[in-house]
């Protein structure tokens, strides 16, 4: 009986308003009488105590009738976003309802409900994009490796073909291990909430460490360096700094044409510091450079060889991380300049 009373709650406001009538009825009935008792009130002629008695009957029913049409009326925008919200709930994010109301309090409940389906909406497109696109990458290195395990168990290969097909697994797991660390990171990176722990260190050295670990890609391609790295410290993450370094080297080197020159430059600002890299190879489009932060994005381009879209986005939030951040441009003759900016005082 409870939950019944409770889930139409004009019934329950009207009930509440009836039931109080009634108590302060009868107070007025038993303050009567013990009126009468003490011959203050004595009833005269015409039955004036049924009159009132009848008065007060009429008022008790027509307060509780005009309380239920009030109750109505002001729970009605309650009961739509309980409707609403029931429809949400089963995962219906197009919902709106009109914000344009009488009481401020109920627009601006209004209002944030509107705002919050809107960011639910985002999230689970978000959350589908991202599903969809893991799924993707996650395929691609899988389906090559089942192949060139297939091959490798129909034998009869030379040695040559043996060691290529082993040498493309291994990258195939590469790929895979280097993809599940950045979505590792990039998780755990949106869902800290301690204190970023912070050092001061020798960052010209730390990108010199990133450039000697990547000897092997740089020297496949002979590439050739040129750098502008003068003695610098600063504090900050250490051990996230270095993946911005490494991600943005990494993206130099995999782009450039071979025996071009890749140039790394630190300069000191008063208030910033400020990095670049440079490679000379393939372009970005200049509409593409802002999307190429985004989870996954790679553009149709030649340039998302070897990629899976998220090494430019785990540079972005650990830089935002140091209230910094990333920039890309496309230079004359080809070239490409990602730009890092840290300010000193963060």
């Given at each position: 009986?409870?939950?019944k009373?409770?889930?139409k709650?004009?019934?329950?406001?009207?009930?509440?308003?009836?039931?109080?009538?009634?108590?302060?009825?009868?107070?007025?009935?038993?303050?009567?009488?013990?009126?009468m008792?003490?011959?203050?009130?004595?009833?005269?002629?015409?039955?004036?105590?049924?009159?009132?008695?009848?008065?007060?009957?009429?008022?008790?029913?027509?307060?509780?009738?005009?309380?239920?049409?009030?109750?109505?009326?002001?729970?009605?925008p309650?009961?739509?976003?309980?409707?609403?919200?029931?429809?949400?709930?089963?995962?219906?994010?197009?919902?709106?309802?009109?914000?344009?109301?009488?009481v401020?309090?109920?627009?601006?409940?209004?209002?944030?409900?509107?705002?919050?389906?809107?960011e639910?909406?985002?999230?689970?497109?978000?959350?589908?994009?991202?599903v969809?696109n893991?799924?993707?990458?996650f395929?691609?290195?899988?389906?090559?490796?089942q192949?060139?395990?297939?091959?490798?168990?129909?034998?009869?290969?030379?040695?040559?073909?043996?060691?290529?097909?082993?040498?493309?697994i291994?990258?195939?797991?590469?790929?895979?291990?280097?993809?599940?660390?950045?979505?590792?990171?990039?998780?755990?990176?949106?869902?800290?909430?301690?204190?970023?722990?912070q050092?001061?260190?020798?960052?010209?050295e730390?990108?010199?460490?990133?450039?000697?670990?990547?000897?092997?890609?740089?020297?496949?391609?002979?590439?050739?360096?040129?750098?502008?790295?003068?003695?610098?410290?600063?504090?900050?993450?250490?051990?996230?700094?270095?993946?911005?370094?490494?991600?943005?080297?990494?993206?130099?080197?995999?782009y450039?044409?071979?025996?071009?020159?890749?140039?790394?430059?630190?300069?000191?600002?008063?208030?910033?510091?400020?990095?670049?890299?440079i490679?000379?190879?393939?372009a970005?489009?200049?509409?593409?450079?802002?999307?190429?932060?985004?989870?996954?994005y790679?553009?149709d381009?030649s340039?998302?060889?070897?990629?899976?879209?998220?090494?430019?986005?785990?540079?972005?939030?650990?830089?935002?991380?140091?209230?910094?951040?990333?920039?890309?441009?496309?230079?004359?003759?080809?070239?490409?300049?990602?730009?890092v900016?840290?300010?000193?005082?963060?």
């Amino acid at each position: 009986m409870k939950n019944k009373i409770y889930s139409k709650l004009w019934i329950y406001f009207s009930c509440l308003i009836f039931f109080m009538l009634v108590f302060f009825a009868i107070f007025i009935v038993f303050l009567l009488y013990f009126l009468m008792q003490l011959h203050v009130v004595t009833p005269g002629k015409g039955n004036q105590l049924l009159a009132f008695s009848l008065l007060l009957a009429f008022s008790i029913l027509v307060g509780t009738l005009a309380s239920t049409i009030v109750s109505r009326r002001i729970l009605a925008p309650i009961k739509e976003l309980t409707e609403n919200m029931s429809k949400v709930a089963t995962g219906d994010f197009s919902v709106q309802v009109n914000p344009s109301q009488k009481v401020e309090e109920i627009q601006q409940l209004f209002s944030d409900f509107n705002l919050m389906v809107a960011e639910l909406n985002s999230i689970e497109t978000l959350r589908n994009d991202f599903v969809a696109n893991v799924s993707h990458e996650f395929k691609t290195p899988i389906a090559t490796m089942q192949g060139y395990i297939q091959l490798l168990q129909q034998g009869h290969l030379s040695e040559a073909d043996t060691q290529d097909y082993y040498s493309r697994i291994a990258e195939g797991a590469q790929q895979l291990t280097t993809l599940s660390n950045n979505i590792l990171r990039l998780t755990k990176l949106e869902t800290q909430s301690i204190p970023l722990e912070q050092q001061v260190f020798r960052i010209d050295e730390q990108i010199r460490e990133v450039i000697l670990f990547l000897q092997p890609q740089w020297e496949e391609k002979q590439l050739a360096l040129d750098l502008h790295l003068p003695r610098t410290t600063y504090p900050g993450n250490e051990e996230l700094l270095y993946q911005v370094w490494l991600n943005l080297m990494d993206n130099a080197i995999k782009y450039s044409r071979p025996k071009e020159t890749v140039t790394v430059s630190l300069e000191e600002e008063p208030q910033q510091l400020v990095i670049s890299f440079i490679d000379r190879g393939i372009a970005i489009p200049a509409d593409e450079t802002k999307r190429i932060f985004d989870k996954f994005y790679q553009g149709d381009t030649s340039r998302k060889t070897a990629g899976n879209g998220l090494g430019l986005t785990l540079v972005k939030e650990i830089l935002q991380l140091h209230e910094g951040r990333v920039a890309a441009k496309t230079l004359a003759n080809q070239q490409t300049c990602f730009t890092v900016y840290l300010p000193k005082n963060h």
